[in-house]
C-alpha cells in the first residue's frame, strides 16, 4: 500500500495560495499508485501538532474545483513558530508520531521563509529520529521576499491589486485637487522588502497619473527630502499620491509604524504607516490630504489576480508532489525566468536550508537615484508578474467563491492523546 502525504498552508495567506493547493491535489490524484490518502492540516502546522486532519479525498467535487478561484486559505492557515530543533524537540517528535499513527511519509508546507524553516527543521528532525518523510516546502508570500525564485506565488496578483489600486485613485485625486485632497497617501504591505510598493510605480505610464513618490523599506525616510517632493509635485501639477511601504524606517533604522509587539515569530507589528505620513504632510505643509491602507485587501484579492501568478502557483504544487515522488528531499521548488519579454519561466529546485528565514529586498538598481521611484529595469522585472486577468466566476455580481465545511465526514479520527505542551515546565 502507498503512503500518506500531509499539505498545509502557513504564514499571510494569498490570492492564490489555494491554487497552490490544487496544484498539490490533483497531481497526487494523478498519482494513486505512489500516494495513498493526501490529509490537509487544519489551521497549518497545528493540524499536524493536535491531529486535526482534513481527508481531501472526502471533500465534495464542488469543493475541489472552487479551489483554484478561492482566495485565502481553504485548509486554515497560521503564524505558529515551532520552538527550537536543539533544545525542545517535543513539538517534532509529536507531528512525527501523528504522521506514522496516520502513515504518512510525505510533508508538503506552503509558506513564506518562517515556513520553509519549518519544513527544513522537520527532514532534519525526521532524519534524526529514523523517519522516513519527505519534506517538501511550496513557496508562497506577497511579500515577493523569499531568496532564489524569481518570484513568489502571491506576489504577482498583490502587486496587481496595489497598481491598479494606485492607478484609479489617482484618477480621483487628479479630478477631485482643485477644491479637495491634495495628497494621497496609500499603504502596502512589506516590512523589509518594497516589492509591493514598487510594483506600484507599475501604474505611472505616458497618462501622468499613479504614484508620484513611493517610500520604500531600503531608503531610509528623509522628511526634508519628501516634504521638498511633495511640495514641488503639487506646485506642478496641483497634487501628490504617495505609495508607502509597511515597513518604512527612518534615518535610524526604526519603523515609523511600530507598535511595540511581536508576532509569533518575533517580527515587529506593525500597522498605519499612512496616516502617520498623512498627518506630518498636513502638519507640515498645511495640505488636505488622505491616506489608505490596503491591509488585507492586497492579499485577498482574488477578483483581479494575475494568470500569471496563478498559473506559477499551480504549477509549484504539481512540481512539489513530482519532485518528491523523483526521491527529492528537503528542497522547494522555485521560478527560474528565462526570457523578459515575453516572460518566459521554468522550474527548478533548491535546498531548504539556502531559503529558509532568508529575506530578499529590493535590489539597488530597481529604485531610482532620488530614492523615491523605481527604474526601468524594475518595471522589466515587475510588469509581466502582473500581467493576465484570471477572473473567477461570478454569481449574482459577486465573486463565486467557496468555504470548505469542516466537519466529521472529512475529518480524521484521532488515534493519539491529546496534545499537551510541557516543554516550558520545570522537571
Not at 509529536?94 to 522537520?122: C, P, W
Not at 520604500?216 to 519628501?226: G, I, K, T, W
Request: proline share 5%; charged share 20%; with cysteine.
Amino acid at each position: 500500500m502507498p503512503h500518506n502525504a500531509f499539505y498545509a498552508q502557513s504564514g499571510g495567506v494569498t490570492a492564490v495560495i489555494n491554487a497552490s493547493a490544487a496544484g498539490v491535489i490533483n497531481e497526487v490524484m494523478e498519482n494513486p499508485e505512489q500516494i495513498g490518502k493526501l490529509y490537509a492540516g487544519k489551521d497549518g502546522i497545528l493540524g499536524a501538532l493536535h491531529e486535526e486532519l482534513i481527508d481531501v479525498s472526502a471533500l465534495t467535487d464542488a469543493d475541489l474545483s472552487a479551489l483554484a478561484h478561492t482566495p485565502a486559505g481553504a485548509f486554515g492557515s497560521c503564524r505558529y513558530k515551532l520552538k527550537s530543533l536543539e533544545e525542545h524537540g517535543e513539538e517534532y517528535r509529536r507531528i512525527l508520531a501523528v504522521f506514522e499513527a496516520h502513515d504518512i511519509r510525505y510533508f508538503f508546507y506552503n509558506g513564506g521563509g518562517d515556513s520553509q524553516d519549518t519544513a527544513h527543521k522537520m527532514a532534519q528532525k525526521a532524519e534524526q529520529m529514523n523517519y522516513l518523510l519527505t519534506c517538501i516546502g511550496i513557496p508562497k508570500t506577497i511579500d515577493n521576499d523569499l531568496p532564489i525564485t524569481d518570484c513568489s506565488p502571491g506576489f504577482g496578483s498583490a502587486a496587481k491589486y496595489a497598481a491598479v489600486s494606485c492607478l484609479e485613485a489617482s484618477f480621483d485625486i487628479a479630478s477631485m485637487h482643485s477644491t479637495s485632497t491634495k495628497v494621497f497617501v496609500m499603504e502596502v504591505m512589506g516590512r523589509h522588502a518594497g516589492w509591493i510598493a514598487a510594483a506600484t510605480g507599475l501604474a505611472r505610464d505616458e497618462r501622468g497619473l499613479g504614484p508620484d513618490l513611493i517610500l520604500l523599506p531600503e531608503v531610509a525616510f528623509d522628511e526634508a527630502a519628501f516634504f521638498e517632493q511633495v511640495q514641488a509635485c503639487v506646485a506642478r501639477q496641483g497634487f501628490c499620491v504617495v505609495t508607502v511601504s509597511e515597513g518604512l524606517k527612518d534615518t535610524r533604522g526604526e519603523f515609523l509604524s511600530a507598535r511595540g509587539s511581536t508576532d509569533a515569530f518575533g517580527h515587529s507589528q506593525l500597522g498605519g504607516v499612512a496616516p502617520i505620513i498623512a498627518d506630518l504632510v498636513t502638519q507640515k505643509l498645511s495640505l488636505k490630504c488622505h491616506s489608505a491602507v490596503c491591509d488585507y485587501l492586497q492579499r485577498a484579492a482574488r477578483h483581479i489576480a494575475s494568470q500569471t501568478d496563478l498559473d506559477q502557483a499551480l504549477a509549484l504544487g504539481r512540481a512539489a508532489v513530482r519532485y518528491a515522488l523523483a526521491g527529492e528531499n528537503a528542497i522547494m521548488p522555485i521560478l527560474v525566468r528565462t526570457q523578459d519579454e515575453p516572460y518566459q519561466w521554468r522550474i527548478d529546485k533548491v535546498p531548504l536550508s539556502e531559503v529558509a528565514n532568508r529575506e530578499k529586498t529590493l535590489p539597488a538598481e530597481f529604485i531610482s537615484a532620488d530614492g523615491f521611484h523605481i527604474t526601468e529595469l524594475a518595471r522589466r522585472y515587475l510588469s509581466p508578474l502582473v500581467e493576465g486577468e484570471a477572473y473567477p466566476p461570478y454569481k449574482r455580481g459577486l465573486p463565486s467563491y467557496r468555504r470548505l465545511a469542516i466537519n466529521g465526514n472529512n475529518t480524521l479520527a484521532k488515534k493519539l492523546p491529546p496534545y499537551q505542551d510541557t516543554s516550558s515546565q520545570k522537571p
